[in-house]
């Protein structure tokens, strides 16, 4: 199976910044695309930012004039840059792969991190 550890949350300062990493490990042939989502309490979860293998991003409508996101691919690594923060960046942010498992198949498969909690303080 498929592990993606996320570190770099915690506390941020309103108009500051916090850096977020998410290192992926297991059975993993290759990364088709790797992710952030954010869930705040009684909210859906939505896309951040995604970044495929070939490093196109897109990004939310609200974050994106504030955020960037980047890979490394020797690391199986994806990091998210929050650039002035705000108290509606407060959530849970999990990381999300889109990997294959086998040169045999091209079957993509999803995995989530376990998430990392960003709190913001005015």
């Known amino acids: 199976q498929v592990q993606l550890v996320e570190s770099g949350g915690g506390l941020g300062q309103a108009g500051g910044s916090l850096r977020l990493s998410c290192a992926a490990s297991?059975?993993?042939?290759?990364?088709?695309?790797m992710g952030w989502y954010r869930q705040a309490p009684g909210e859906q979860r939505e896309l951040v930012a995604r970044i495929s293998s070939g490093g196109s991003t897109n990004y939310a409508d609200s974050v994106k004039d504030r955020v960037a996101i980047s890979r490394d691919n020797d690391k199986n690594t994806v990091y998210l840059k929050m650039n002035s923060l705000k108290p509606e960046d407060a959530a849970d942010y999990y990381c999300?792969?889109?990997?294959?498992?086998?040169?045999?198949?091209?079957?993509?498969?999803?995995?989530w991190g376990q998430g990392t909690q960003v709190t913001v303080s005015s």
């Open positions: 297991g059975r993993i042939f290759s990364i088709v695309a």
């Open positions: 999300n792969a889109q990997v294959t498992m086998s040169q045999l198949s091209s079957t993509t498969y999803s995995y």
